[in-house]
């Protein structure tokens, strides 16, 4: 059995920083895709950035300049980095990974002064 686990979440001022990790247990394939998704109130939960050994690290592009992911092989640890927080960026922030499909239990940011 896998199990994730996100830390990192907080209130931030706009334009502050943030640092989100997940750290995986269990048995994961080796060419696991590990992603972070967000989703704000009343909206759906969006895809924000993935990293593979296959794809790299990668953000979407609405963010891009602003987000970066970035994962540590050791720790099996893979982190978001978020920058120049906006309100709007506000939302419950979930790490998703493929092999086997598990969802951790999602870390709240929100960004409000």
């Known amino acids: 059995q896998v199990q994730l686990v996100e830390s990192g979440g907080g209130l931030v001022q706009p334009g502050g920083s943030l640092r989100l990790s997940c750290t995986a247990s269990?048995?994961?394939?080796?060419?696991?895709?590990t992603e972070w998704h967000r989703q704000a109130p009343g909206k759906q939960r969006e895809l924000v950035a993935y990293i593979s050994r296959v794809a790299g690290a990668n953000v979407v592009e609405s963010l891009k300049g602003r987000f970066a992911i970035s994962r540590d092989y050791a720790e099996n640890t893979v982190y978001l980095l978020m920058h120049s927080l906006k309100p709007e960026d506000t939302a419950v922030y979930y790490c998703y990974i493929s092999e086997p499909p598990t969802w951790g239990q999602g870390t709240q940011v929100t960004v409000s002064s």
């Open positions: 269990g048995s994961i394939g080796r060419f696991y895709v």
